[in-house]
C-alpha cells in the first residue's frame, strides 16, 4: 500500500467544501501514474478509500465526511486539521507576495530585433 496521505491532503486544502472519493482517487492516480511507472486504479481507489475510512471515524479526525455520501473534506474541527490550513494559506500568502515583485511587463517576441 503506497502513501498518498499528503496528496490526498493538499488537495483537500484546496477544496475546503469536500471533493467526492471519485475525484480524490483520480487526482491521486494522475498524480503517480507514470509512463515509466504504471499504477492501477483499482489499487489507487483502495488504498485512497481505505486511508480516508480510517482518517474519518471519530469527530476529531482530521477528515470528516462531508454531508453527501462519498465526499470528504478536512474536518475545521480538528487541531490538526485546521493547522495545515494555516500553513497553506500562509504558503498563499507568500506565494502572492512573489508575484507582486516580479514585473508585469509585455511578453518578449523573439522576432523583435530582426524587423
Same mark, same amino acid.
Given at each position: 500500500?503506497?502513501?498518498?496521505? &499528503?496528496d490526498?491532503?493538499?488537495?483537500?486544502?484546496?477544496? !475546503?467544501?469536500? =471533493?467526492? =472519493?471519485? %475525484?480524490?482517487?483520480?487526482?491521486?492516480?494522475?498524480?503517480?501514474?507514470? *509512463? *515509466?511507472?504504471?499504477?492501477?486504479?483499482?489499487?489507487v481507489?483502495?488504498?485512497?478509500? /481505505?486511508?480516508?475510512?480510517?482518517?474519518? &471515524?471519530t469527530p476529531? @479526525? $482530521?477528515?470528516?465526511?462531508?454531508?453527501?455520501?462519498?465526499?470528504?473534506?478536512?474536518? $475545521? %474541527? /480538528?487541531?490538526? @486539521?485546521?493547522?495545515?490550513?494555516?500553513?497553506? &494559506?500562509e504558503?498563499q500568502?507568500?506565494?502572492?507576495? #512573489?508575484? %507582486?515583485? *516580479? !514585473?508585469? #511587463?509585455? !511578453? =518578449?517576441?523573439?522576432?523583435d530585433?530582426? *524587423?
Amino acid at each position: 500500500m503506497a502513501d498518498y496521505s &499528503k496528496d490526498i491532503t493538499d488537495l483537500l486544502l484546496r477544496f !475546503p467544501e469536500g =471533493l467526492p =472519493l471519485r %475525484k480524490i482517487v483520480r487526482h491521486v492516480y494522475n498524480v503517480h501514474n507514470t *509512463f *515509466f511507472d504504471a499504477i492501477s486504479l483499482e489499487d489507487v481507489s483502495r488504498d485512497v478509500a /481505505s486511508y480516508l475510512q480510517r482518517r474519518s &471515524k471519530t469527530p476529531e @479526525s $482530521p477528515i470528516e465526511h462531508a454531508g453527501t455520501r462519498g465526499f470528504y473534506r478536512l474536518n $475545521p %474541527k /480538528s487541531g490538526e @486539521s485546521r493547522q495545515l490550513m494555516l500553513q497553506f &494559506k500562509e504558503q498563499q500568502e507568500e506565494y502572492i507576495e #512573489e508575484q %507582486k515583485d *516580479f !514585473p508585469t #511587463e509585455e !511578453p =518578449l517576441d523573439l522576432f523583435d530585433d530582426f *524587423f
